[in-house]
């Protein structure tokens, strides 16, 4: 570093870029995210050339370059496919540390979904089942699952 | 056409926290004399500039464009493109390998000036995965 500016607090400019998006869910998302929130249900699609079952719905098949409008209802229970604790704190995170992200293989479906363990950390493992737990007031997002917890024995 | 390419000369910023006497054009500045030196190069012996970067890292747009000038693409054919060092490699090979004699190549990032989690939380869908708080930490 030049030395003049260890003598000193070199100077600094704060800034912050904040630019509002209106994202639209579209027609797929939409009845994906109405139906989390309206009943309470997790909704796939199934590739009619495949057979895969995709969650969160989506349109096209990434294997099959098809479109899927066959709708599948899945249980909110699955087994943990890979999991990660996180131990550090940063705002954009939805729960307070230590928690886990964690791929959950739902019942039925061929692709793991992305959410949230919150607690029994220490129950959680590879193989594990888990089971969805749905927050009272929801908004039609994806934290409308406030996390999925583990069910059962080992 | 030619067949063959070669780098002839690297040079990489020491990793370190903060660098606060230097912005990232000063960066990019040191290191492109360094790979000039390191390949026995002066700049009016590049034919070509790629330069790469990422927007949302630097807090600007077009930001590979604002090293332009510091790593010596005045008057020379240059391209400023959203990328990474690797990206950056293989597309200065395909400008040697369809005719410019020489290519430079630099990329860069200045990561401790802004918040990682928050841009690598941008790379999550926005509908299905943002909101999980993901992040590339």
Redesign the interface.
Known sequence: ??DW?REVE?L?LK?Q?AVP?T?W?GDT?SRF?TALRDEGKILGTRCPECRKVFV?ARRSCSRCFVEMDQWVELPPEGVVETFTIVR?A?P????EPPFA?VLVKLDGADVSF???VKKDLQDLGVGRRVRAVFKEKRDG???DIDAFEPVGEH | MMGKAAIVGVAQTKYERR???QIFADLVFDVTREALADAGMTIDDIESVVTVSNDFFD?RTISGMAVGDACGGQDKNISTVSGDGTFGAFYGLMRVLSGFRTTLVVAHYKGSEGSV??TT?GMFD????R?????A?
């Open positions: 570093m030049t500016l070199p600094t800034g870029i998006y994202w869910a998302a995210f969160p550090y940063h954009i995170q939805p729960a992200y992305l959410h949230i997002h994806i934290l | 660098k606060k006497d807090g989690p928050v939380n926005p509908l299905f995965h909101l999980l708080g993901m992040d930490v």
